[in-house]
């Protein structure tokens, strides 16, 4: 694509990262379906090597499909770079290795994916690393929060499971106060409603597994950097100001500055960790990208519709959607997600627990799934699945209470979605 920066968000969709291909004309990205590529000469590979040239040597790291992916993700945020990978939850760890060591901590917001919080309490402590939650709704709690072995703070933009938004200029600037990197899953809301990095995050994550491929068939993550943090200020992130001595001494910000972070995920997090995204789901990934705008700006139609009717409706209690007049939420919509609050959210019934099983059972059209963002209309009951192992009052603290279920809106009728819950309904509350 020609540099252009002035583009608009959907016509970068389409383009960006991607060129007619230089061999043989193809108009679509090609699946560059190759584990190495061919040095020129044994001085190139020298080049490549030293990461004085920028190329490609083994799919590990580098890709030339992923490439464009990458590219394109990182022009949809207003990012300098992204790096892909094979899971939202490696591109997790792949954006807290850098950071991290052993006795170092991360802030996290209450409001989480339940695999981050299983991640973040559990598994990070094998490598020495520990997180504290916190509701960032309280500032003055997150800032308490923060000590000296703080790397970084965490939240997601439109929170799983729906209905809350995070004031990511709030929070921002208690990181900036405190010197640190905010890192941002930006995974409910995509770049279409949602722009970290223009609200003060230093790195956006991504599951690209929901709706930027957006039609459920593969896994993926991505990282970009805003390109904005100074890394070599506070001497707390040695990773990237500090020589590496696998590279003969080389100084990751010193050498790429605002590219620093993405090169160092390439260049040390893919190498050695090896959580790869292959170039067969970075294809789909960038078909479904190129009509992210269409796809979000239906799922959020739909998802008005069929809340707003929820709420109207007497069989349900009450319905947590930020996109709802009603939520305590809703103010900050305009603010940090101007298109609109996604397409996840909660209604809890009044037949209670037997009611929302019931309720599953008898929907036809919506599928009972671990999934969201997919182009299908998806539905789960936390507290029988996803959040089964923790106790009632935990359930309740996530926003699983038993008399809860969850949808993730899809693009179908929003009339047959709300047929379809209307049937359901019924059979749940006779
Ligand atoms: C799904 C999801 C993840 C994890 O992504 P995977 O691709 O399943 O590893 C992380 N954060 C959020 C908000 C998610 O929805």
């Given at each position: 694509m020609p540099d252009a920066p002035a583009y608009g968000f959907d016509t970068l969709q389409v383009h960006a990262g991607s060129r007619p291909d230089p061999a043989t004309g193809a108009r679509q990205t090609p699946i560059y379906q190759s584990t190495a590529f061919v040095f020129r000469d044994s001085d190139h590979a020298a080049a490549l090597f030293n990461l004085q040239e920028v190329g490609f040597i083994y799919?590990?790291?580098?890709?030339?499909?992923?490439?464009?992916?990458?590219?394109?993700?990182?022009?949809?945020?207003?990012?300098?770079?992204?790096?892909?990978?094979?899971?939202?939850?490696?591109?997790?760890?792949?954006?807290?290795?850098?950071?991290?060591?052993?006795?170092?901590?991360?802030?996290?917001?209450?409001?989480?994916?339940?695999?981050?919080?299983?991640?973040?309490?559990?598994?990070?402590?094998?490598?020495?690393?520990?997180?504290?939650?916190?509701?960032?709704?309280?500032?003055?709690?997150?800032?308490?929060?923060?000590?000296?072995?703080?790397?970084?703070?965490?939240?997601?933009?439109?929170?799983?499971p729906g209905g809350y938004i995070t004031d990511l200029d709030a929070v921002a600037a208690v990181a900036d106060e405190a010197g640190l990197p905010l890192i941002v899953d930006n995974t409910s809301a995509t770049p279409y409603l949602c722009r970290p990095i223009d609200h003060g995050a230093t790195l956006v994550v991504h599951s690209t597994t929901k709706y930027l491929t957006g039609n459920g068939t593969v896994t993926g993550g991505a990282i970009v950097d805003s390109g904005r943090f100074d890394w070599s200020a506070s001497g707390k992130f040695p990773s990237l100001s500090e020589p590496e001595p696998a590279y003969h001494g080389l100084k990751f910000?010193?050498?790429?500055?605002?590219?620093?972070?993405?090169?160092?995920?390439?260049?040390?997090?893919?190498?050695?960790?090896?959580?790869?995204?292959?170039?067969?789901?970075?294809?789909?990934?960038?078909?479904?990208?190129?009509?992210?705008?269409l796809r979000m700006q239906r799922h959020v139609e739909n998802a008005v519709k069929v809340a707003s009717w929820l709420e109207r409706d007497p069989r349900v209690a009450y319905v947590t959607y930020a996109g709802l007049p009603s939520s305590p939420y809703n103010a900050r919509v305009p603010r940090i997600c101007p298109k609109g609050a996604g397409a996840l959210f909660t209604f809890s019934l009044k037949a209670g627990y037997d009611g929302c099983v019931k309720l599953i059972d008898s929907l036809e059209l919506f599928s009972h799934v671990a999934n969201l963002g997919d182009t299908r209309s998806l539905i789960i009951h936390s507290a029988s699945t996803t959040h089964r192992q923790l106790t009632e009052a935990q359930q309740v603290a996530a926003g699983a209470a038993p008399d809860v279920v969850r949808l993730s809106i899809g693009i179908e009728d929003p009339d047959d979605l709300i047929a379809d819950l209307d049937q359901a309904l019924a059979k749940a509350s006779a």
């Amino acid at each position: 694509m020609p540099d252009a920066p002035a583009y608009g968000f959907d016509t970068l969709q389409v383009h960006a990262g991607s060129r007619p291909d230089p061999a043989t004309g193809a108009r679509q990205t090609p699946i560059y379906q190759s584990t190495a590529f061919v040095f020129r000469d044994s001085d190139h590979a020298a080049a490549l090597f030293n990461l004085q040239e920028v190329g490609f040597i083994y799919s590990r790291l580098t890709n030339p499909t992923v490439a464009v992916l990458q590219e394109r993700i990182a022009a949809l945020e207003g990012g300098a770079g992204a790096v892909c990978c094979s899971s939202g939850h490696a591109a997790q760890i792949m954006a807290l290795f850098p950071l991290m060591g052993p006795g170092r901590n991360l802030i996290a917001s209450t409001r989480l994916y339940g695999g981050t919080v299983t991640q973040f309490t559990q598994t990070i402590r094998r490598f020495g690393w520990s997180a504290t939650f916190v509701d960032f709704d309280d500032l003055d709690a997150l800032r308490a929060a923060i000590d000296d072995d703080t790397r970084a703070i965490f939240c997601e933009s439109i929170a799983n499971p729906g209905g809350y938004i995070t004031d990511l200029d709030a929070v921002a600037a208690v990181a900036d106060e405190a010197g640190l990197p905010l890192i941002v899953d930006n995974t409910s809301a995509t770049p279409y409603l949602c722009r970290p990095i223009d609200h003060g995050a230093t790195l956006v994550v991504h599951s690209t597994t929901k709706y930027l491929t957006g039609n459920g068939t593969v896994t993926g993550g991505a990282i970009v950097d805003s390109g904005r943090f100074d890394w070599s200020a506070s001497g707390k992130f040695p990773s990237l100001s500090e020589p590496e001595p696998a590279y003969h001494g080389l100084k990751f910000h010193e050498t790429f500055g605002a590219l620093a972070f993405t090169f160092h995920g390439i260049a040390i997090g893919l190498r050695d960790l090896g959580m790869t995204m292959n170039p067969q789901g970075a294809h789909y990934t960038l078909m479904g990208i190129e009509t992210l705008s269409l796809r979000m700006q239906r799922h959020v139609e739909n998802a008005v519709k069929v809340a707003s009717w929820l709420e109207r409706d007497p069989r349900v209690a009450y319905v947590t959607y930020a996109g709802l007049p009603s939520s305590p939420y809703n103010a900050r919509v305009p603010r940090i997600c101007p298109k609109g609050a996604g397409a996840l959210f909660t209604f809890s019934l009044k037949a209670g627990y037997d009611g929302c099983v019931k309720l599953i059972d008898s929907l036809e059209l919506f599928s009972h799934v671990a999934n969201l963002g997919d182009t299908r209309s998806l539905i789960i009951h936390s507290a029988s699945t996803t959040h089964r192992q923790l106790t009632e009052a935990q359930q309740v603290a996530a926003g699983a209470a038993p008399d809860v279920v969850r949808l993730s809106i899809g693009i179908e009728d929003p009339d047959d979605l709300i047929a379809d819950l209307d049937q359901a309904l019924a059979k749940a509350s006779a």
